[in-house]
């Protein structure tokens, strides 16, 4: 049983540090994800009294789906770390149990409340361990909100857009699911952006306005697809699933050529990929290394003409059906370009980011050193102290040098032993932390 060490350590020697901000946006984050629970009920029971089971259906699909997935997430990154688990919540289960949580789609509650658990425990003490475990903690659950924010709260919204558009009034139970998806997202989108910052160098920190801008490109990115989706669903409902097969299937090709390599396993991987192409089809990540400019104009220029295909194809249906003789070609042709204009103004933003905003920085600035000892015994540099700010919202893989620090304890000393994350440069003295290997690919991969 490994032993954490309680000798308080300045600002310069912690490696990540845990702000109030993140621990107030992992409260929200549980609210919302108890909030949501009961209007998922409460949705359902509608659709059910209503008789609208095909509705029914496809929101009990994208519940189980995404739970499915985020399970399975949760359950490899357990078993990648040999089942460690740091916290009391986490320790108090056996393996059998913690298997079983899993099984019953409650793994990623269990992960909460070792994150609030780390969280409440880091404000408590000055030590650096509990920080540490806070900080890697969160990181591994913004990533599986985020996986969630693709697979269950974009498609719930699509879904909820589209009933309020069919029926042309507003359901209170749907207004509200609607609102609670959105929130999520933002909330989700929050998380994961600060997370990523927390890998860069403090001489980085580049303000408010930064996050401001990184947030409205990818707000209106998704708000653009996801009204363009629900307007085509609307008036041609047994399309959008061949619409999104379609599509997945092609966005689900190039993240296998982007020859990713973010899992342990490769049949994990396969996983990622499959997971990379479902959140292209509502906004883009980077994937892979160097630079990703060919690949962005590609991407953009795809969903750009995809977006004014399917709000072409509205307007049309609007414009040609007598059922739809309540809207003008006039609002409808107006409705098109609105949207349209959105996701040319996301682009905008995103230009403006990177323009102004965005820091070109080689793997060395990123990574820092310390000595610390590899997976072999050896000694080798490891991660120092980064905190900063601006990314992106970015899923990929990294090097196969890069591992996973992990910081422990003797039994019978204090002394950290850390493994490498992150590629070697000359090791000044410095201290050693606990490094999440997952978010630190996607930084890495982003800024270099």
Same mark, same amino acid.
């Given at each position: ?54 509705? @029914? ?6 519940? /189980?789906? +995404? %739970? !499915?997935?985020?399970? #399975?997430?949760?359950? *490899? ?122 890998? @860069? ?6 303000? /408010?306005? +930064? %996050? !401001?801008?990184?947030? #409205?490109?990818?707000? *209106? ?122 996701? @040319? ?104």
């Amino acid at each position: 049983m490994e032993q954490p060490s309680d000798q308080p350590v300045n600002d310069s020697q912690a490696v990540f540090k845990y702000h109030t901000v993140d621990f107030l946006f992992t409260l929200l984050g549980l609210v919302f994800l108890v909030l949501d629970i009961v209007l998922d009920f409460l949705a359902a029971v509608s659709f059910c009294q209503e008789g609208e089971y095909v509705s @029914l259906g496809v929101l009990l699909l994208f519940l /189980l789906g +995404s %739970s !499915v997935l985020g399970q #399975l997430y949760s359950w *490899l990154w357990y078993s990648y770390e040999d089942f460690r688990r740091d916290t009391k919540v986490e320790r108090c289960l056996r393996l059998w149990q913690l298997h079983l949580l899993h099984v019953l789609q409650l793994g990623i509650y269990f992960r909460h409340a070792g994150v609030v658990e780390a969280s409440v425990h880091s404000f408590l003490t000055k030590s650096r361990r509990p920080e540490d475990v806070a900080v890697y903690l969160t990181h591994d659950l913004s990533m599986l909100r985020l996986f969630e924010t693709f697979s269950e709260s974009s498609p719930q919204l699509v879904l909820m857009l589209t009933i309020i558009l069919q029926r042309g009034q507003l359901d209170p139970v749907t207004v509200l699911k609607a609102l609670c998806s959105a929130a999520a997202i933002a909330i989700s989108v929050t998380m994961y952006h600060r997370s990523l910052r927390s890998f @860069l160098p403090d001489k980085m920190d580049q303000g /408010l306005v +930064s %996050s !401001v801008v990184y947030f #409205l490109w990818n707000l *209106l990115f998704i708000a653009s697809r996801v009204v363009a989706l629900a307007l085509f669903a609307s008036v041609l409902p047994c399309f959008i699933f061949s619409h999104f097969v379609c599509s997945w299937l092609v966005l689900f090709f190039f993240a296998w050529r982007s020859k990713t390599s973010f899992m342990d396993s490769p049949g994990a991987e396969w996983l990622y990929r499959a997971t990379v192409g479902l959140i292209w089809y509502f906004n883009w990540f980077n994937v892979a290394e160097g630079s990703t400019r060919t690949r962005q104009l590609f991407y953009h220029g795809y969903k750009l003409v995809d977006i004014s295909l399917l709000c072409g194809l509205w307007c049309w249906k609007i414009t040609t059906e007598p059922s739809h003789s309540g809207i003008t070609p006039f609002y409808a042709l107006i409705t098109a370009v609105s949207v349209v204009s959105v996701y @040319l103004l996301g682009l905008l933003f995103k230009i403006i980011y990177y323009k102004l905003y965005h820091p070109n920085l080689d793997r060395e600035q990123m990574t820092g050193v310390s000595v610390g000892m590899t997976q072999n015994g050896d000694e080798a540099p490891v991660g120092k102290s980064l905190s900063g700010d601006e990314v992106d919202l970015t899923l990929m893989g990294s090097g196969a040098q890069t591992r996973r620090l992990v910081s422990y304890s003797n039994e019978s000393s204090d002394t950290d032993v850390a493994f490498r994350c992150g590629p070697s440069s000359p090791p000044p003295p410095a201290s050693v932390g606990r490094c999440n290997n997952r978010m630190r690919k996607m930084a890495d991969n982003f800024y270099c």
